[in-house]
Protein backbone atom coordinates (compact mmCIF):
# COMPACT_ATOMS: atom_id res chain seq x y z
CA UNK A 1 0.00 0.00 0.00
CA UNK A 2 0.99 3.25 -0.91
CA UNK A 3 0.77 6.62 0.94
CA UNK A 4 -1.96 7.56 -1.23
CA UNK A 5 -4.12 4.45 -0.60
CA UNK A 6 -3.23 4.73 3.03
CA UNK A 7 -4.76 7.92 3.06
CA UNK A 8 -7.84 7.12 1.10
CA UNK A 9 -8.40 4.07 3.37
CA UNK A 10 -8.08 5.97 6.33
CA UNK A 11 -10.30 8.45 5.28
CA UNK A 12 -13.15 5.87 4.24
CA UNK A 13 -12.46 4.29 7.77
CA UNK A 14 -13.26 7.82 9.48
CA UNK A 15 -16.08 7.96 7.80
CA UNK A 16 -17.17 4.42 8.25
CA UNK A 17 -16.53 5.10 11.98
CA UNK A 18 -18.76 8.21 11.84
CA UNK A 19 -21.53 6.64 10.31
CA UNK A 20 -22.05 3.67 12.44
CA UNK A 21 -23.81 4.22 15.67
CA UNK A 22 -22.51 0.62 16.84
CA UNK A 23 -19.26 -0.41 15.98
CA UNK A 24 -17.75 -4.36 17.27
CA UNK A 25 -14.07 -4.90 17.10
CA UNK A 26 -13.45 -8.79 16.67
CA UNK A 27 -10.54 -10.78 17.00
CA UNK A 28 -10.68 -13.63 14.31
CA UNK A 29 -7.69 -15.56 15.18
CA UNK A 30 -7.60 -19.04 13.76
CA UNK A 31 -10.85 -18.52 11.54
CA UNK A 32 -10.82 -20.16 8.35
CA UNK A 33 -11.23 -17.73 5.00
CA UNK A 34 -14.25 -19.90 4.71
CA UNK A 35 -15.44 -18.86 8.18
CA UNK A 36 -14.56 -15.24 7.55
CA UNK A 37 -16.66 -14.97 4.05
CA UNK A 38 -19.85 -16.84 6.16
CA UNK A 39 -19.43 -13.84 8.39
CA UNK A 40 -19.01 -11.10 5.60
CA UNK A 41 -21.95 -12.54 2.93
CA UNK A 42 -24.00 -12.75 6.59
CA UNK A 43 -23.82 -9.05 7.20
CA UNK A 44 -24.46 -8.16 3.42
CA UNK A 45 -28.13 -8.47 4.13
CA UNK A 46 -28.75 -6.78 6.86
CA UNK A 47 -26.92 -3.67 5.41
CA UNK A 48 -24.00 -3.96 7.77
CA UNK A 49 -20.14 -4.34 7.03
CA UNK A 50 -17.11 -6.46 8.60
CA UNK A 51 -13.68 -5.34 7.70
CA UNK A 52 -10.51 -7.00 8.60
CA UNK A 53 -8.39 -3.71 9.33
CA UNK A 54 -5.18 -2.67 9.46
CA UNK A 55 -4.44 -1.54 12.98
CA UNK A 56 -1.70 1.47 12.34
CA UNK A 57 -4.33 2.76 9.95
CA UNK A 58 -7.39 2.30 12.15
CA UNK A 59 -5.75 4.19 15.21
CA UNK A 60 -5.24 6.86 13.05
CA UNK A 61 -8.87 7.05 11.56
CA UNK A 62 -10.34 6.86 15.19
CA UNK A 63 -7.69 9.64 16.46
CA UNK A 64 -9.43 12.66 17.04
CA UNK A 65 -13.11 11.16 17.06
CA UNK A 66 -15.32 10.11 19.83
CA UNK A 67 -14.46 6.57 19.47
CA UNK A 68 -10.39 7.35 20.28
CA UNK A 69 -10.86 5.25 23.19
CA UNK A 70 -11.35 2.40 20.20
CA UNK A 71 -7.29 2.77 19.87
CA UNK A 72 -6.02 0.75 22.55
CA UNK A 73 -7.44 -2.52 21.24
CA UNK A 74 -6.42 -2.08 17.88
CA UNK A 75 -4.10 -5.41 18.54
CA UNK A 76 -3.56 -8.56 16.69
CA UNK A 77 -5.51 -9.60 13.94
CA UNK A 78 -8.79 -7.24 14.01
CA UNK A 79 -12.04 -7.04 12.10
CA UNK A 80 -14.76 -4.29 12.64
CA UNK A 81 -18.35 -4.62 12.12
CA UNK A 82 -20.15 -1.27 11.35
CA UNK A 83 -23.57 -1.83 12.18
CA UNK A 84 -26.68 0.19 9.79
CA UNK A 85 -29.49 1.56 11.07
CA UNK A 86 -30.67 -0.67 13.99
CA UNK A 87 -27.53 -1.71 16.13
CA UNK A 88 -29.30 -4.34 17.58
CA UNK A 89 -30.10 -6.20 14.55
CA UNK A 90 -25.98 -6.00 14.19
CA UNK A 91 -25.45 -7.37 17.72
CA UNK A 92 -28.25 -9.74 17.11
CA UNK A 93 -25.99 -11.13 14.09
CA UNK A 94 -22.78 -10.88 15.78
CA UNK A 95 -24.00 -13.00 18.59
CA UNK A 96 -25.05 -16.02 16.10
CA UNK A 97 -21.79 -15.73 14.36
CA UNK A 98 -19.77 -15.94 17.52
CA UNK A 99 -22.26 -19.63 17.94
CA UNK A 100 -21.39 -20.29 15.17
CA UNK A 101 -17.52 -19.71 14.89
CA UNK A 102 -15.53 -20.75 18.25
CA UNK A 103 -12.44 -18.75 16.92
CA UNK A 104 -14.36 -15.48 16.60
CA UNK A 105 -14.29 -13.41 19.52
CA UNK A 106 -15.60 -9.80 20.78
CA UNK A 107 -12.48 -7.68 21.49
CA UNK A 108 -14.37 -4.39 21.99
CA UNK A 109 -17.67 -2.24 21.06
CA UNK A 110 -18.39 1.26 20.99
CA UNK A 111 -22.22 2.68 21.31
CA UNK A 112 -23.67 5.86 22.09
CA UNK A 113 -20.15 7.30 23.25
CA UNK A 114 -19.22 4.11 25.29
CA UNK A 115 -16.64 1.80 24.90
CA UNK A 116 -18.30 -1.71 25.72
CA UNK A 117 -16.58 -5.19 26.80
CA UNK A 118 -17.97 -8.64 25.69
CA UNK A 119 -20.89 -8.44 27.50
CA UNK A 120 -21.72 -5.15 26.78
CA UNK A 121 -22.01 -5.84 23.09
CA UNK A 122 -23.75 -8.95 23.78
CA UNK A 123 -26.44 -6.92 26.43
CA UNK A 124 -27.00 -5.43 23.00
CA UNK A 125 -28.02 -8.06 21.25
CA UNK A 126 -31.07 -8.43 23.78
CA UNK A 127 -32.40 -4.80 23.22
CA UNK A 128 -35.64 -4.99 21.02
CA UNK A 129 -35.00 -4.61 17.25
CA UNK A 130 -36.11 -0.98 15.26
CA UNK A 131 -39.31 -2.72 14.12
CA UNK A 132 -40.31 -4.22 17.54
CA UNK A 133 -40.06 -0.47 18.79
CA UNK A 134 -42.05 1.20 16.22
CA UNK A 135 -44.77 -1.94 16.77
CA UNK A 136 -44.81 -1.03 20.52
CA UNK A 137 -44.80 2.17 19.95
CA UNK A 138 -47.80 2.17 17.57
CA UNK A 139 -49.75 -0.24 20.13
CA UNK A 140 -49.27 1.98 22.67
CA UNK A 141 -50.82 5.33 20.55
CA UNK A 142 -53.56 3.07 19.52
CA UNK A 143 -54.81 1.74 23.11
CA UNK A 144 -55.94 5.11 24.65
CA UNK A 145 -58.09 6.09 21.62
CA UNK A 146 -59.41 2.29 22.02
CA UNK A 147 -60.04 2.82 25.57
CA UNK A 148 -61.74 5.95 25.20
CA UNK A 149 -63.86 4.32 22.34
CA UNK A 150 -64.88 1.49 24.73
CA UNK A 151 -66.11 3.63 27.48
CA UNK A 152 -68.11 6.17 24.92
CA UNK A 153 -69.73 2.65 24.09
CA UNK A 154 -70.15 0.89 26.77
CA UNK A 155 -74.03 2.74 28.16
CA UNK A 156 -75.40 2.47 25.14
CA UNK A 157 -74.20 -1.45 24.80
CA UNK A 158 -75.48 -1.72 28.64
CA UNK A 159 -78.81 -0.01 27.89
CA UNK A 160 -79.14 -2.63 24.31
CA UNK A 161 -78.25 -5.72 27.03
CA UNK A 162 -80.91 -4.29 29.16
CA UNK A 163 -83.42 -4.24 26.85
CA UNK A 164 -83.12 -7.42 25.12
CA UNK A 165 -82.69 -9.03 28.63
CA UNK A 166 -86.38 -6.83 29.59
CA UNK A 167 -87.54 -8.44 26.27
CA UNK A 168 -86.96 -11.76 27.26
CA UNK A 169 -88.26 -11.59 30.75
CA UNK A 170 -91.37 -10.18 29.11
CA UNK A 171 -91.70 -13.04 26.55
CA UNK A 172 -90.96 -15.51 29.39
CA UNK A 173 -93.79 -14.45 31.06
CA UNK A 174 -96.57 -14.14 28.73
Excluded: W
Aim: with cysteine; aromatic share 6%.
Amino acid sequence: MNRTDKAEFVDQMRGQFAEAPFVVLTDFTGSTVAQMDAIRRACEPAGLHYKVVKNTLCKLAVSGTELEPLAEHFRGPIGVLFSGEDPAAAAKLLKGQLKDNENLAVKAGFFEGTVLDEKGVLAIADLPSREELLSTLLRTIQEGPRQILGVLQAPARDLLYLLKNYEAKLEESS
